[in-house]
């Protein structure tokens, strides 16, 4: 089975929006969104576009904008990449602001990175991983399925949920294990056939089951984790293997749960615990990143990984949290939660932690809780802002997406009628030019080179600078 070490991947966010003036909201969440994406349209006349990092920024049907990261391949990358979201939504919202003000409507634009709003409805965090088309999707899948269900132990965002704690967002939001409906039955994998590349070898896993991440460790251990967790699949590491009778009731009861103890019944009539779980696949992770080809993730990134996951289980074992208080969100959040909890009476269903749940993952960096504590220093780092920022404006070098961005940049700059996707580049005058990049490794493309020059050959003539884009 081919393994990749070096893997195409991608997270896509979708986010909460509101505009509140004097404690209410402004104006609808429709209409908020068309404010917000006001800038975009402007520019593109469109609200589905491809950025100049080559990321894809949209408004899908609903109301929750979303950003999805260019094509990465490796860790830190990606979670440049995925932060790089929250600056370019950022900077939309400040625009937005202004406008409201000089409409005279007026009113804070808020973006949260969170997967539920205040009335209960949820919004994703999804994560792309390319597989190898050799792998059936339905039974590597089950074979991941015992460490994502646990995995919301290292990585859950937490929230406050019907009078108590809870450790995950979305562990409430999926309703089956492995299946090719997103949004009628919300499968923790989706295996729609979608590769965005050569399907006769490639796939992309789609999952659904994460939180989004406010704290960047807590991101990097559960991108990081789950990447040494399909490398060992493909390998055929010996890898313990848990088959569970029902892991979407158990993933409920795990996020419950923050000691790890919840019993998952297995087949065989035995049982292991969320926590046992988790350590028994850290351990197999450890054997496999000793010899791991150093490719894609460096093996010193990984290794950060693993022991920032170790000391993760570690906590949930003894129960002191600690050593990893500035580091995972759901323990950050908890003591966040806890203080003030206590400080107004004792009381989880107080509106007030309900307002402080939702601020923790407020985007902007001057207001939100999360950010708060990252700037005092309270919240460790993986990366920095001038990674992230860098990320902002310019795509991964080292996929496809440094061609899309290069086609992107020529087309744009030259005021060029085209339409791109993740795999298409299209110019459409003088005459009609498709090239297409099947491989999102590839970072040199003849095709493209000559799409660059030819519309340099034919600047005079290429269009109206409509830049129609099409997602
Ligand atoms: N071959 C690939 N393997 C893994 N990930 C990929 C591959 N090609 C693209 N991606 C990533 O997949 C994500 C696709 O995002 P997009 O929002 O367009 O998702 P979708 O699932 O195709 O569509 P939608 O969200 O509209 O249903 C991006 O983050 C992108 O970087
Ligand atoms: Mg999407």
Same mark, same amino acid.
């Given at each position: 089975?081919?393994?990749? *070490?070096?893997?195409?991947?991608?997270?896509?966010?979708?986010?909460?929006?509101? /505009?509140?003036?004097?404690?209410?909201?402004?104006?609808?969440?429709?209409?908020? /969104?068309?404010?917000?994406?006001?800038?975009?349209?402007?520019?593109?006349?469109?609200?589905?576009?491809?950025?100049?990092?080559?990321?894809?920024?949209?408004?899908?049907?609903?109301?929750?904008?979303?950003?999805?990261?260019?094509?990465?391949?490796?860790?830190?990358?990606?979670?440049?990449?995925?932060?790089?979201?929250?600056?370019?939504?950022?900077?939309?919202? /400040?625009?937005?602001?202004?406008?409201?003000?000089?409409? +005279?409507?007026?009113?804070?634009?808020?973006?949260?990175?969170?997967?539920?709003?205040?009335? +209960?409805?949820?919004?994703?965090?999804?994560?792309?991983?390319?597989?190898?088309?050799?792998?059936?999707?339905?039974?590597?899948?089950?074979?991941?399925?015992?460490?994502?269900?646990?995995?919301?132990?290292?990585?859950?965002? +937490?929230?406050?949920?019907?009078?108590?704690?809870?450790?995950?967002?979305?562990?409430?939001?999926?309703?089956?294990?492995?299946?090719?409906?997103?949004?009628?039955?919300?499968?923790?994998?989706?295996?729609?056939?979608?590769?965005?590349?050569?399907?006769?070898?490639?796939?992309?896993?789609?999952?659904?089951?994460?939180?989004?991440?406010?704290?960047?460790?807590?991101?990097?251990?559960?991108?990081?984790?789950?990447?040494?967790?399909?490398?060992?699949?493909?390998?055929?590491?010996?890898?313990?293997?848990?088959?569970?009778?029902? *892991?979407?009731?158990?993933?409920?009861?795990?996020?419950?749960?923050?000691?790890?103890?919840?019993?998952?019944?297995?087949?065989?009539?035995?049982?292991?615990?969320? $926590?046992?779980?988790?350590?028994?696949?850290?351990?197999?992770?450890?054997?496999?990143?000793? @010899?791991?080809?150093?490719?894609?993730?460096?093996?010193?990134?990984?290794?950060?990984?693993?022991?920032?996951?170790?000391?993760?289980?570690?906590?949930?074992?003894?129960?002191?949290?600690?050593?990893?208080?500035?580091?995972?969100?759901?323990?950050?959040?908890?003591?966040?939660?806890?203080?003030?909890?206590?400080?107004?009476?004792?009381?989880?269903?107080?509106?007030?932690?309900?307002?402080?749940? $939702?601020?923790?993952?407020?985007?902007?960096?001057?207001?939100?809780?999360?950010?708060?504590? @990252?700037?005092?220093?309270?919240?460790?780092?993986?990366?920095?802002?001038?990674?992230?920022?860098?990320?902002?404006?310019?795509?991964?070098?080292?996929?496809?997406?440094?061609?899309?961005?290069?086609?992107?940049?020529?087309?744009?700059?030259?005021?060029?009628?085209?339409?791109?996707?993740?795999?298409?580049?299209?110019?459409?005058?003088?005459?009609?030019?498709?090239?297409?990049? @099947?491989? *999102?490794?590839?970072?040199?493309?003849?095709?493209?080179?000559?799409?660059?020059?030819?519309?340099?050959?034919?600047?005079?003539?290429? +269009?109206?600078?409509?830049?129609?884009?099409?997602?």
């Amino acid at each position: 089975m081919t393994v990749y *070490p070096r893997r195409i991947m991608g997270v896509e966010t979708e986010f909460g929006l509101t /505009a509140i003036r004097d404690g209410k909201a402004v104006l609808g969440p429709e209409e908020i /969104a068309r404010y917000l994406f006001k800038p975009v349209v402007a520019q593109y006349k469109s609200t589905n576009i491809f950025t100049d990092n080559a990321a894809r920024l949209y408004l899908d049907v609903g109301a929750h904008p979303e950003y999805a990261t260019a094509e990465c391949d490796s860790l830190t990358q990606l979670l440049n990449h995925d932060k790089a979201g929250e600056v370019l939504f950022n900077d939309l919202a /400040a625009q937005t602001e202004k406008t409201l003000a000089a409409e +005279g409507i007026g009113g804070d634009v808020y973006l949260f990175k969170n997967n539920v709003d205040s009335a +209960g409805n949820s919004y994703g965090t999804h994560e792309n991983y390319l597989i190898s088309r050799e792998l059936s999707l339905k039974n590597f899948g089950k074979r991941l399925l015992p460490f994502l269900i646990t995995r919301q132990l290292l990585c859950g965002a +937490g929230m406050i949920k019907n009078g108590r704690f809870v450790i995950s967002q979305r562990a409430d939001q999926v309703w089956e294990g492995v299946s090719s409906a997103t949004t009628r039955t919300r499968p923790i994998i989706n295996t729609r056939d979608e590769p965005h590349g050569d399907s006769s070898r490639f796939r992309r896993m789609h999952l659904i089951v994460g939180d989004s991440n406010m704290a960047e460790p807590s991101f990097a251990l559960k991108i990081g984790s789950t990447q040494l967790v399909i490398e060992m699949l493909e390998a055929d590491w010996d890898i313990p293997t848990f088959d569970v009778v029902e *892991p979407i009731k158990h993933i409920k009861q795990i996020a419950l749960d923050p000691t790890g103890q919840t019993e998952l019944a297995l087949k065989d009539d035995t049982t292991v615990t969320a $926590l046992e779980v988790q350590q028994a696949v850290l351990e197999a992770a450890k054997g496999w990143l000793a @010899q791991r080809q150093d490719e894609g993730t460096p093996n010193a990134e990984l290794e950060k990984v693993v022991e920032l996951w170790g000391r993760t289980l570690t906590a949930i074992g003894t129960q002191n949290f600690e050593p990893v208080s500035g580091e995972i969100d759901w323990v950050i959040k908890r003591n966040l939660l806890e203080r003030y909890r206590d400080r107004l009476g004792g009381d989880w269903n107080d509106p007030k932690l309900a307002q402080i749940d $939702l601020a923790y993952h407020d985007i902007n960096p001057r207001r939100g809780l999360f950010y708060h504590l @990252q700037n005092k220093g309270l919240v460790q780092r993986w990366t920095t802002d001038e990674a992230i920022a860098h990320a902002a404006t310019t795509a991964p070098e080292t996929t496809r997406a440094t061609l899309r961005a290069q086609f992107l940049d020529t087309a744009r700059e030259l005021g060029a009628h085209y339409t791109v996707d993740w795999v298409h580049m299209k110019v459409d005058r003088p005459e009609p030019q498709t090239v297409d990049v @099947q491989d *999102p490794f590839a970072t040199e493309d003849v095709g493209v080179d000559k799409l660059v020059a030819y519309m340099h050959d034919n600047r005079e003539v290429l +269009g109206n600078a409509q830049g129609g884009i099409r997602g």
